[in-house]
């Protein structure tokens, strides 16, 4: 199958102007002017009219629990799986999939088969192996055997510290997941990414400054998430992307967040952070519990992919940032410090994975899958 998008402005996501990308089978063939693919009838040429559209990478989310979670106010406030369309409808063709609090009754082998269900349905997926707790629940009994031996595992997490339903992890079980993470992943060619969850408390980032200070293990190992639900913690966690590392902003659907992603971000460029070292994931399907200051459960909300598109046009539409930087968070940053190296970019030879948003608005027009059109016209064509 061949599939012809034309004329549309396309962001790689640096801007490359009006242009034609060609998909053939999974991959992107081509991009340029005035595309053409004669075959001779002998395959079917799908043309799409790109004019009026803007032609960006399909979405990265580095952060989701697609087995779905909660469960922090007992068992009837589990949160629900997440669905293909709940993905593709937000413009999400990658998701990396995580176990939180519940790690007994959330597996690794049923988030395993989940992330290969919506595989097997049409977007590509991830896993981080473990989930809150340290000592970490693996597969194969060691992480660095899940790393090496399980294609989707691409890293740790999501690691709990600074926060009151962490399993307290000392300094010296964090550095060696991260340690062993880093090994599994050098040996399999894979980030070893730990994804480390950042509560609320008092400790902040200093497990992962600790380790990168005293350990030879760089920062590019860590990605904090949740940076933006404190001002003490962004403040931590902007010293650490202006040392070199990346941070991970949780979309919110609404602007409960002490730190606005758009606001954070405006902040880390004014620092003079590189707009290569932060992302944006959606923690969805996730928990999004609310404790009072005894630690008391007052209840809790879902995250929801949603949060992702609505943050980019925060970020064009509120800060002003222009289209070709917000996109960044959410396309080839995740791609390059998860080491996604046919992700994140519209270029010759990465992975069929596009989506079409109207110019006026940024609303989802089309979304392609690794080449299958999945959203055309804002309508699900492929459901799970
Ligand atoms: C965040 C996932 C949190 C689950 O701190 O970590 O609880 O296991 O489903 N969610 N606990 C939400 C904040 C960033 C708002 C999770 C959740
Ligand atoms: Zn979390």
């Known amino acids: 199958m061949i599939t012809i998008i034309r004329n549309a402005k396309v962001y790689q996501p640096e801007y490359a102007g009006i242009k034609d990308v060609m998909l053939i089978g999974s991959q992107i063939g081509a991009l340029g002017e005035n595309l053409k693919a004669d075959l001779g009838g002998a395959v079917e040429v799908k043309e799409i009219d790109g004019a009026g559209l803007i032609l960006i990478p399909g979405i990265i989310d580095s952060h ?15 949160t629900p799986e997440a669905t293909l369309t709940g993905l593709t409808l937000n413009g999400v063709t990658t998701v990396v999939g995580c176990i939180g609090t519940d ?82 992943g050098m040996l399999s060619g894979k980030a070893g990414i730990v994804n480390v969850h950042m509560g609320d408390g008092p400790r902040m980032m200093d497990f992962i400054w600790r380790t990168v ?82 630690g008391e459960f007052q209840g809790l909300g879902v995250g929801n992919a949603s949060c992702l598109l609505k943050e980019l046009r925060e970020c064009v539409n509120k800060a002003g940032l222009p289209l070709e930087l917000a996109l960044k968070p959410l396309t080839s940053n995740p ?40 959203v055309a016209e804002g309508t699900a064509v492929v459901r799970g």
Request: hydrophobic share 40%.
């Open 64 to 78: 989701e629990h697609i087995l779905g979670g909660g469960g922090e106010g007992g068992f009837h406030t589990r």
């Open 103 to 184: 790690g007994v009754a959330r597996n690794m082998e049923a988030l395993l088969a989940k992330a290969h269900a919506l595989e097997e349905e049409g977007v590509t997926t991830y896993v981080y192996t473990g989930s809150y707790r340290v000592p970490v629940h693996t597969i194969t009994g060691d992480v660095m055997r899940d790393i090496m031996l399980l294609d989707k595992v691409i890293g740790v997490g999501e690691v709990a510290i600074s926060d009151h339903r962490s399993s307290q992890p000392t300094f010296e079980e964090f550095a060696r997941i991260a340690a062993d993470i880093r090994v599994g």
């Open 213 to 294: 200070r005293e350990t030879e293990i760089p920062f590019s190992q860590f990605l904090p998430t949740h940076v933006g639900r404190n001002a003490a913690l962004f403040e931590s966690a902007l010293e650490f992307a202006k040392a070199g590392g990346t941070i991970d902003f949780t979309g919110s659907l609404d602007d409960d967040d002490e730190v606005p992603v758009s606001k954070g971000i405006l902040r880390l460029l004014d620092a003079g952070v590189s707009s290569d070292h932060f992302t944006i994931s959606s923690d969805g399907q996730g928990s999004l519990p609310i404790f009072n200051e005894k």
């Open 335 to 374: 791609a390059r410090i998860l080491k996604l190296a046919r992700k994140g970019r519209i270029l010759p030879g990465c992975d069929g994975d596009i989506c079409l948003l109207r110019e006026e608005d940024l609303s989802l027009h089309t979304v392609i899958a690794k080449g299958q059109i999945m």
